[in-house]
């Protein structure tokens, strides 16, 4: 009766584990966020999700289908695909387009505060 009860609580252990992933930030990502960051086309994406190579959640939204995928198993299938070489690339070129905005946004916000620094400094002159 103890082994029984040991096993139940491993195996529901490993089921709220695994359901654990898909609720995890930055764990999922959708099929075309895939596409997007690292180049896979729909059908393979779809044929990886044919051959178990990829889990994947189906959802909608406004009545068009998407698909959850989790990351680790999309940046694996790219691995084996491409080499690990070509995914440590997509994370880099990924990474400097994101300081690419943010410096973009901050340059626009320099901008508003040197402006606004001007307009005080002359009504403080004036």
């Known amino acids: 009766m103890r082994d029984e009860k040991a096993d139940k609580a491993v195996a529901d252990k490993r089921i709220v584990d695994g359901d654990s992933m898909w609720s995890r930030k930055g764990a999922t990502l959708s099929d075309k966020s895939a596409r997007q960051e690292f180049g896979l086309t729909q059908p393979e994406i779809i044929a990886a999700m044919r051959a178990g190579k990829l889990q994947f959640r189906e959802s909608n939204m406004h009545g068009n289908p998407w698909y959850r995928l989790l990351r680790h198993e999309v940046e694996s ?8 070489d070509h995914l440590h690339k ?21 901008k508003a505060i040197e402006r606004r620094r001007a307009e005080l400094m002359k009504e403080l002159d004036g």
């Open 90 to 110: 997509k994370k880099l070129q990924e990474e400097l387009a994101e300081l690419n905005t943010e410096a973009r946004k901050l340059a626009t916000r320099l």
């Open 77 to 84: 299938l790219v691995r084996d695909k491409s080499g690990q």
